[in-house]
């Protein structure tokens, strides 16, 4: 069975409008294509206000019940099928939102203790209502932008996931220690240590002790990409990140992330996304308007 791909890209291509880093949606607006098995470039939170939403994740199907939360990661493949009488909110948003060093640790690890918090998330009503109105006040916001409304949502975003991981980590009883996390999870652990330094297959595969082939069997089973495609995703996200909020030249972002001249770099983003640094920007700066 083939699994669709979704980028948000392409989404507001589709819709003839300019690109966003985030999408918020009503569980009352047409779903359809969140109905098929898919993966995603982006994290979604889906708050379930009303009703009931089935949701799979992976190889789990969970019941999504009022005062419950779902939070996919970026890769995980997912659909959502809703009850009649559903009511929620679907917040969208890419990893490039996140420059807080809190939300970059908890994220971009992805270790498999967080995700199983955050794939299905039991509040009570109090802490429901607290993240829901986080998530009222994204929706009414996005359904008339300005350029200082779209800062306000990224900041609330921000609140309501922080918000969500407390809560998650209090309630969830599944914790599991460091030492016991998949080879997957140590895997992107050792990237977000390592990536500025150690871009190879290789290097990662003998930290993890396994081979090359098995980890790429690892990463296409979890994400669908090679375990190289995976460095180089972190690579281009710090790269956006310091494009847009370092204030850093392109010789200072290029030996900041150990290329060898601007030229190493300039090739590198151009391989991967056909733009050079400068128009990766620019096209960055229409999403972000900074």
């Given at each position: 069975m083939e699994i669709a791909n979704y980028t948000l890209k392409e989404y507001f291509d589709q819709k003839k409008s300019p690109c966003l880093s985030f999408n918020v949606y009503s569980l009352n607006d047409d779903i359809k294509k969140d109905e098929q098995l898919h993966r995603s470039d982006y994290f979604q939170v889906i708050l379930v206000q009303e009703g009931e939403v089935n949701q799979h994740i992976e190889h789990q199907s969970l019941q999504l019940l009022n005062n419950q939360i779902s939070v996919v990661f970026p890769h995980q493949i997912n659909a959502f099928?809703?009850?009649k009488n559903a009511k929620g909110i679907v917040v969208q948003f890419d990893e490039v939102l996140f420059c807080s060093d809190l939300l970059k640790n908890e994220l971009i690890s992805y270790n498999n203790d967080?995700?199983?918090?955050?794939?299905?998330?039991?509040l009570d009503a109090g802490e429901f209502s607290k993240i829901n109105n986080y998530a009222i006040q994204i929706l009414e916001l996005f359904q008339n932008l300005s350029p200082i409304k779209k800062e306000q949502i990224r900041f609330y975003i921000k609140i309501m996931l922080l918000e969500i991981i407390e809560a998650a980590h209090q309630n969830?009883?599944?914790?599991?220690a460091p030492d016991q996390l998949d080879v997957f999870a140590r895997f992107k652990?050792?990237?977000?240590a390592n990536f500025k330094s150690k871009r190879t297959v290789a290097y990662y595969k003998d930290e993890l002790q396994i081979t090359s082939k098995k980890l790429n069997e690892i990463c296409k089973s979890k994400t669908g990409n090679t375990a190289l495609n995976i460095i180089h995703e972190r690579i281009l996200t710090e790269i956006k990140r310091l494009l847009l909020f370092s204030g850093k030249n392109h010789k200072e972002i290029a030996f900041e992330l150990g290329f060898d001249s601007p030229s190493a770099l300039n090739k590198f983003v151009y391989a991967k996304l056909k733009e050079t640094p400068s128009e990766l920007k620019e096209s960055l700066s229409q999403i972000y308007k900074y």
């Open positions: 099928e809703l009850t967080l995700m199983n918090k955050l794939n299905h998330v039991i969830y009883q599944g914790f599991q652990t050792l990237i977000e």
